[in-house]
Structures are given as C-alpha cells and as structure tokens.
Nanobody
Framework: QVQLVESGGGLVQAGGSLRLSCLAS??????MGWYRQPPGNQREFVAD???????NYTDFVKGRFTITRDNSKYAVYLQMNNLKAEDTGLYYC???????????WGQGTQVTVSS
C-alpha cells in the first residue's frame, strides 16, 4: 500500500507564496496531482502532471500555480504564487498507477490565505 505524505501548508497573506510537497512511500507509475477542498465545499481538481511531465491546471490557478514532480523520489510539488483568499482550503495529493488506475490520496495539508 503506497502512502502519500503532504507538507508545506500554512497561513499566508494574500499575494504571498507557498510550496506544497507530497512524497510517496512507493513506486508511482502514473500521474500525480493536487486537489483542494474549500471550507463547506466539495473537493476540486487543481493540477496534475504525468510521468512524462505533461501538466494540466484548472483555470483559476493558471499563471499562479506550477506543478512539478521528481520521478526519482516519487514526489510532486505545487508552487503557489499570488495566493488569494479563495485559495484557502485543505490540499490533497493524489497519485495513480498507470496500468491499474489504482489511486492513492494523502491526508491533506491546510492552506489558509488571509485577505
């Protein structure tokens, strides 16, 4: 069973930056990504990256967030710049195996942006 551990969340003022990290305890052959759950809302897609480095972003983070991964460490990162109050939420890491499509989720790391 692969476990994902996120880190890097915290409290930041609007306009500030944070970098989230997610480390997998085992081999990940598929995509890795980030989702978030704003207070009182459902979990939503933020960004993901394939093993070959192809990235996808939801519209509200384009130009502000950058997702990268290190395949040698089975790690994925999310650099978040120009943060806004509406970026507040619990950020989850997700990883997927390429062939089986089995997916794994982390426990989440809280990001709070004060306006």
């Amino acid at each position: 069973q692969v476990q994902l551990v996120e880190s890097g969340g915290g409290l930041v003022q609007a306009g500030g930056s944070l970098r989230l990290s997610c480390l997998a305890s085992g081999t990940i052959t598929g995509s890795m990504g980030w989702y978030r759950q704003p207070p009182g809302n459902q979990r939503e897609f933020v960004a993901d990256i394939s093993r070959n480095g192809v990235t996808n972003y939801t519209d509200f983070v384009k130009g502000r967030f950058t997702i990268t991964r290190d395949n040698s460490k089975y790690a994925v990162y999310l650099q978040m710049n120009n943060l806004k109050a509406e970026d507040t939420g619990l950020y989850y890491c997700k990883a997927e195996q390429f062939w089986s499509k089995r997916d794994y989720w982390g426990q989440g790391t809280q990001v709070t942006v004060s306006s």
